[in-house]
Every structure is written in C-alpha cells, then in structure tokens.
C-alpha cells in the first residue's frame, strides 16, 4: 500500500489507539518493520514511524515537534559540555543560562497555544504538546543536575521525545528510564508477550467499559442537566468517574505494552486509585507521571514543606493551580486544581492522620468526596456546574426535578458496565491478574476479550482518549 494511501486511511485515529486502522493497518505493519531493521538503527524507525502517524493526525504542527526537538537537543549538548568548565561559579551560570532558554521557549510555546485557545476558542492545541513540553523541562532539568548526561544521538533524543506511544497522553517517562530501550538493547519474549498482555487489557478497558460508560454520561448531557433527578446525578457523577479511570488507565495500559513491545520499560501511571484513603492518597496512585513530575520539578524546588506550614500552602497551591491550568483554560479547570490543593492542604494540617486510623470511614470519604471534584474537571460551563450541583444537592427546594424515576431507565441499561467497573477497581483483582497471567485459561480471556473489544469497534464509532484533548 502506497504511503500516500495509508496516510488518508489512517487520518484523524492514527494516533487512537482504540481504533481498527491503529490496530489493525499500522501496528502491525511499523513492528515487523521495526524488528527487521538491525538493533543499532531501530530509533530511525521508531522516530519515522512516530513522525508519520502524527503528520496523519496533524500534518500543520509536524515542523513544531521537530523544531522544538532539534533545539533541545542543540542545548543539552552545551549544557552538557559547559558541565565541564572548571570554575563552579560559570559554570553553573552558563548551564543556568542554557536551562532557562530551553525552558522558556518550551513553556512558552505551551503558554502561547493555551493562552491564544482560550482567547480564541477555536485554536487546535498540537497533539500531545503539554506532554512532550513537559518531557523536555525534565532532560534538561537532568542534566543541568547531573542526574543524567545529554544524549549525543539525535536519532535517540528525537525518538524519545517523539516516540508514539507516549506523545499525544503520556506517561511521561523519564530520560533515564528510557535511555536503556532506546540503545538497541536485546527485547526479551517475555517482555514482548507481557507488551501484548498490557496491550489488550487497556484496550478492553477503553472499549468494553469506558466508552460504555461513556453513553450514560453523554445521555445526562443530551437530557439537559436541569431536567434529572438527584439519584440520577450522583450515578452519572459516578459513572463519569469510573468513565474518566478507565479510558486514561486503558490508554496507558495500551502506550505502556507498546512500549515494552519495542524494548522500553514498564512505567506504572496508576495504582488502584479508587482504594485510596485520602485525596492525598489518590493522586499518589492517579496520573502518577504527571504527580512525580510536579513533585520533583516544581514542587520540591519551591521548598516543599521544608520552610514552615505558610510555605507548604503556598506550594501546594502553586502546584494545584499548575495542575488545573495544565489540563484546560476554562475556569473550571482553575477551580478544580484550587478545590483539590485546598483538600489535600486541609488533609494535611487538620484531620489526615484521623483518616489514616479509620479504614472504613477514609474509603466512604474518598469515594463520596472524589465524584464531585470530577464534577467540576467534566463541567466546562460554570452555569451548568451551578445547575449540576443544585441537582446533587437539593436544598431548600432548589434542583426539584419531577423526573424522580428517571435513575431506574438507565440503572436498568448500564448496571453490567457499572458493576463491572466497580468490581475492576477492586484490587484483589490485580493480585489475581498478576497470579495467573500466564496460564492458558488467562490467554483464552484476554482473547476473548480482544474481539470482543474488536467487535465493539466494528460496530460503533471510535472514541478518542478524554486525555487528548489535554
């Protein structure tokens, strides 16, 4: 098939991995090639195969990735070269210099396409910006520490950074966790099989329950959040929150087995989050990529809390507001990042070792109090959130709703997808899983649920990754 020709097939899903032409058309077709080149030349390979399938997506922003690449790539290689200057005092002034260049043109191409998006409404952030920005402020954080020693080959920085596993939702890996899998080392069967095990998992997760979870959600919207009773608004508070679990864990599930299918390491991005017995405990196990980067690269440089508790207010919510302002312009997003640092702050300096000595009272906790802060992260509209928590909690008469069966028509439809979910946040589950991954009644499940997950697909329109959008 002529390139040409893939690429108008391939279009807008060639980076959904949830999709027939992803599956079915070029992942087959990049790991034959990918494992016919010789070790020493597969970041070629991995860096063309990365470059087409985003020039399918989005052909306008192609010379931006590989302009930002090359530049980084150029600094860290003075950086690294003026870490060889004898006096301490230039030395660090010049390698301070070269980290403030790469950063401020980093961040700042990030800031101009959020700011220009929210004044315009109408802007395309790049695919996977944020996430590559924010991989790029880390190597040359490292390097400018000395934790890690710039790459000399472009062909391995640009695969990196460009790689398609990772580039439109992460996780964000490391420099030093990915350096290994990118020097041509030997992929062992077993870390191939283990790739295809995660592959389908996340694909199941994706397809046979996040976007069957989906529907309700958008079936909530189409009603009009006026018009549902209080019952109904807290399933589909619930519901989106399972919705929002599965798809970004099913998409790092998928990201993380084709990592290993092409020699890189396993990066773990969630650790049964919904068993958590704190906020704080949850946004340790969610997104934890996203968690550690904010940590070491911003959090910890302000001080953390080492200077006193005004000063842990302050970093918390420099953090949290980041975080909000990372994952969209609206104001919503302002308010969640503000609404989750001043809980977790709360956590902190009042009622947190309470929780940790009550099991049963920190789980109610968690999992009462989360949906609502995903309440806020869904709901761009502040009106409509207005209207949604009205609905939630009907107060003095406001949010009556004369709809008050209206929970029983959609428990009615969706209880398998949510019990189903309920019972894969469990985490005796993953402790099963990883028991008897390699029997073959597990290979027949994860068969059966591959084609299932198939059919699904052949049988319904895709749905991107909610996390693409970010």
């Not at 350096?179 to 995660?198: D, H």
């Not at 018009?227 to 099913?250: E, K, M, N, V």
């Not at 949604?388 to 009907?394: K, S």
Request: proline share 4%; net charge positive; glycine share 10%.
């Amino acid at each position: 098939m002529a390139g040409s020709e893939l690429g108008r097939l391939m279009g807008e899903n060639s980076l959904v991995f949830s999709s027939l032409e992803f599956l079915f058309r070029f992942l087959p077709v990049f790991l034959a090639a990918f494992y016919l080149t010789p070790p020493g030349y597969r970041n070629v390979t991995l860096l063309a195969g990365s470059l087409f399938l985003y020039a399918c997506a989005q052909p306008q922003y192609v010379l931006l990735l590989l302009a930002v690449t090359a530049l980084n790539y150029l600094i860290g290689i003075r950086a690294q070269a003026a870490s060889g200057i004898r006096r301490h005092r230039k030395r660090r002034a010049v390698m301070s210099g070269w980290l403030l260049l790469a950063g401020t043109t980093d961040l700042g191409i990030l800031i101009f396409f959020k700011a220009v998006g929210a004044a315009t409404g109408n802007l395309a952030l790049p695919l996977g910006l944020s996430f590559y920005t924010f991989k790029l402020v880390s190597y040359q954080a490292d390097v400018f520490r000395g934790r890690i020693e710039a790459e000399m080959s472009f062909w391995r920085f640009a695969s990196y950074i460009c790689m398609f596993p990772q580039i439109t939702s992460g996780p964000i890996m490391r420099y030093e966790d990915a350096s290994g899998g990118l020097r041509g080392e030997r992929i062992l069967p077993e870390q191939f099989a283990e790739g295809l095990r995660l592959l389908v998992l996340g694909l199941a997760a994706k397809v046979l329950l996040a976007d069957r979870l989906g529907i309700l959600w958008n079936d909530i919207r189409t009603i009009g959040f006026e018009s549902i009773s209080t019952p109904l608004a807290w399933l589909g508070a619930f519901s989106y929150s399972l919705q929002l679990y599965f798809d970004f864990q099913g998409y790092s599930l998928m990201a993380a087995g084709i990592g290993m299918m092409l020699g890189l390491p396993y990066i773990k991005n969630f650790d049964q989050p919904y068993s958590a017995v704190s906020m704080s405990d949850f946004w340790r196990r969610w997104h934890m990529t996203l968690g550690s980067w904010f940590r070491d690269y911003v959090y910890i440089p302000m001080g953390g809390n080492r200077e006193g508790t005004g000063r842990l207010v302050r970093n918390l919510l420099a953090v949290w507001l980041l975080t909000g302002l990372w994952h969209g312009n609206g104001w919503n997003f302002v308010l969640w990042g503000l609404v989750l640092g001043g809980i977790i702050i709360l956590e902190k300096l009042t009622y947190g070792s309470w929780l940790k000595r009550r099991k049963v009272i920190s789980h109610i906790y968690v999992l009462a109090l989360l949906p609502l802060t995903w309440m806020i992260f869904a709901i761009t509209d502040l009106k409509e959130l207005g209207i949604y928590f009205a609905r939630l909690f009907p107060f003095f008469g406001i949010g009556q709703t004369l709809n008050a069966g209206d929970i029983w028509k959609y428990l009615s439809l969706y209880w398998p997808f949510l019990l189903a979910g309920a019972v894969c946040c469990v985490p005796a589950l993953e402790v099963l899983y990883e028991k008897w991954k390699k029997t073959w009644p597990a290979a027949v499940l994860l068969m059966l649920l591959f084609w299932a997950a198939v059919y699904r697909l052949s049988i319904s329109a895709g749905n991107p990754f909610l996390y693409f959008s970010f």
